[in-house]
């Protein structure tokens, strides 16, 4: 057993042109100042890939990055990052992933994993402690992400080892294709499975056998059982067990909070019924994603008979559900469940994968995509047998799924004839499960986020306006939310700031956001990564760090020709909803987004047109 002495200080580097494998150590003003995950990762990709690079090239890198409390016991301790140029959006993103992959590469003795180049031929990556080497996957060319887990298994002949694949829609260079992780778990959104495909690398496994050490291990142990405690007087003694987030589709369609129609609404009133078909019928239990998660916010479903007979799989979280029955109007949920379980089989985000079937269809009623166009299916909304078969087409660029798998953005180009209005998304990025004109912070959460329109990169604005999380953040400036309407727009932009910062840091520390959704705040990790590390670390430096890494992302993105302009939210997400419960409700139209993205900026530091100013730049010790 080898010892990994708190940061292993070491990225791995993983040539598959020249098949170098070269390892070196990271500098440890790097480390204090970026502290790992997608901090780090920023930093390696702004200063290593040139402007313009294009993603789907050799050129683009993939960079793993695991936080210091990554694999530790820490709370949520069962996350790593994936970070690249995204083939969807142009731009910088990151995607982040739970269960054991990132700690077995800790344990393995790396904290970061770069690959770069181009195999000559299907490979896959395999680190087995200091052995690393690259194999023929020659035989695993085209199987689901099921089959190439037990293949590569079955190999190296060891269930120890964790397997991050890709599916046929990696394969097939499918722009929102993502790598998952033991089958279940993914690195989604934005495309990396299509930037492994495009480097002819179809699986990266991982087993480590080293112990993660800890500075001062009786303060850090207290620490981690003290502060799960606290997770679980705010969740209760099951933590997130019974409902996981799957149990907020009949609260948030209440709310008006799930996007439905495309858009064209924020509530169906279908929620409840969806809800108690899955809880009663779907659910199998709770699975969480790492050994010791006190959350355990996973879900194992099944279809037991009929037409969508689906084995037992874990997925069928909120988002993915939410996708397959608000988005596209399928009433069916045993159709939901199947189409889920298909998009971990074939490594599609399940998010991106609903929004441009609901794309297709407003283009179909709409006249502008007939049966002709689209392979003789019938594209009326609700339609499960078609939203099954469109998840098919997409993966394997089949037909009309040949457009889809471009994402909404690429896809309403070719098709034109006025499909761009229909075409929700910010910078690329399709719009997930939660809506703005439940809380206006969103709004401006979307529009600012470097990965695009995204909830959780880095938070979920309308969890504080709309659901009243203060985030551990009050003593950090932000307003109590009990004092903050959720339809009020002022101060909006402000916050959002100071969310953003919070919300970056669990991705580069190595935890899971749930955990500051649920107690967990800035000092709380000050002490953590304190007793872990032996570096004297506060709360307000927390926030810093957070800012330093967005705002690097931002310039990242800047360098790409990222402005303002891009920073605009679609039209009609900020337009009082067509039908449902709040089609009369005019407080939810927002309506000064401008006003929320000035004052987003003036809090930023960032000029008129979304540049960071010369001064934060130094402020932030970027130079």
Not at 136 to 160: H, V
Not at 166 to 193: D, H, Q, W
Not at 430 to 456: F, T
Request: proline residues 4%.
């Amino acid at each position: 057993m080898s010892t990994v002495n708190r940061y292993a200080e070491k990225i791995l580097r993983v040539n598959l042109s020249d098949k170098k494998i070269s390892v070196k150590k990271v500098p440890f003003e790097v480390l204090r100042k970026f502290v790992g995950g997608a901090g780090v990762a920023v930093k390696i990709l702004y200063e290593e890939l040139p402007m313009g690079t294009d993603p789907l090239s050799p050129e683009n890198k993939l960079v793993f990055g695991t936080g210091p409390l990554t694999g530790t016991f820490a709370p949520g301790s069962g996350f790593a990052t994936l970070c690249f140029k995204s083939p969807l959006t142009g731009v910088w993103t990151d995607s982040r992933a739970g269960g054991e992959w990132g700690g077995a590469l800790r344990k393995a003795g790396y904290d970061f994993l770069i690959i770069e180049g181009k195999a000559e031929k299907p490979s896959y990556i395999v680190i087995n402690d200091d052995e690393v080497e690259i194999r023929s996957a020659e035989k695993l060319r085209e199987k689901t992400i099921s089959e190439k887990t037990k293949l590569i298994k079955e190999e190296l002949n060891d269930d120890k080892f964790i397997v991050a694949a890709i599916g046929p829609a990696g394969e097939n260079l499918v722009r929102f294709a993502n790598v998952m992780v033991e089958g279940s778990r993914a690195f989604g959104r934005c495309g990396g499975g299509a930037v492994m495909g495009s480097k002819n690398l179809l699986a990266v496994v991982v087993k480590g056998t080293g112990q993660i050490s800890i500075a001062k291990p009786e303060e850090f142990r207290k620490l981690c059982k003290e502060l799960n405690q606290k997770v679980l007087s705010v969740t209760g003694s099951g933590g997130m067990s019974e409902h996981g987030t799957t149990g907020d589709i009949a609260s948030n369609d209440e709310l008006g909070d799930i996007p439905t129609k495309n858009w064209r609404s924020n509530s169906w009133g279908k929620g409840k019924a969806l809800y108690d078909h899955f809880y009663n019928k779907n659910f199998v239990r709770a699975k969480p994603c790492y050994p010791g998660c006190v959350l355990r916010c996973g879900r194992l479903a099944k279809v037991d008979s009929g037409k969508w007979k689906t084995p037992v799989h874990e997925g069928n979280e909120y988002e993915s559900l939410s996708a397959f029955t608000f988005f596209v109007l399928n009433e069916d949920m045993d159709a939901a469940v199947h189409a889920d379980h298909l998009c971990n089989e074939y490594g599609l985000d399940t998010i991106s994968t609903g929004a441009v079937i609901a794309f297709a269809m407003e283009c179909y009623e709409a006249g502008i995509l007939g049966k002709e166009d689209a392979d003789g299916l019938d594209l009326r909304w609700g339609n499960a047998d078609t939203m099954i078969e469109l998840i098919k087409k997409i993966t394997y660029r089949d037909g009309i799924g040949n457009i889809l798998a471009e994402g909404v953005r690429c896809a309403s180009q070719i098709i034109g004839k006025g499909s761009e209005k229909f075409a929700i998304h910010v910078k690329g990025l399709e719009g997930p499960a939660h809506d703005p004109r439940s809380g206006k912070a969103l709004a401006v959460n979307y529009g600012v986020a470097n990965r695009g329109m995204c909830h959780i990169h880095p938070l979920e604005g309308m969890a504080y306006d709309s659901l009243k999380n203060d985030f551990g953040l009050i003593p950090y400036g932000l307003p109590d939310p009990n004092t903050v309407d959720r339809w009020a727009e002022e101060g909006k932009g402000k916050a959002a700031k100071l969310l953003q910062d919070w919300g970056t840091v669990p991705d580069v520390a190595g935890f899971c956001k749930f955990f500051i959704y649920n107690g967990i705040t800035p000092d709380d990790v000050a002490n953590l990564l304190s007793a872990l590390t032996g570096w004297e670390i506060t709360g307000e430096e927390i926030l810093k760090i957070g800012e330093r890494v967005f705002t690097l992302q931002r310039m990242f993105n800047v360098r790409e020709g990222i402005r303002k302009k891009d920073d605009m939210v679609p039209e009609r997400v900020l337009k009082i909803p067509e039908f449902g419960k709040y089609s009369s409700v005019k407080e939810c139209e927002v309506k000064n987004y401008d006003g929320m993205l000035k004052e987003c900026y003036e809090a930023r530091g960032w000029d008129e047109n979304g540049v960071p100013k010369p001064e934060k730049l130094k402020e932030l010790e970027l130079g």
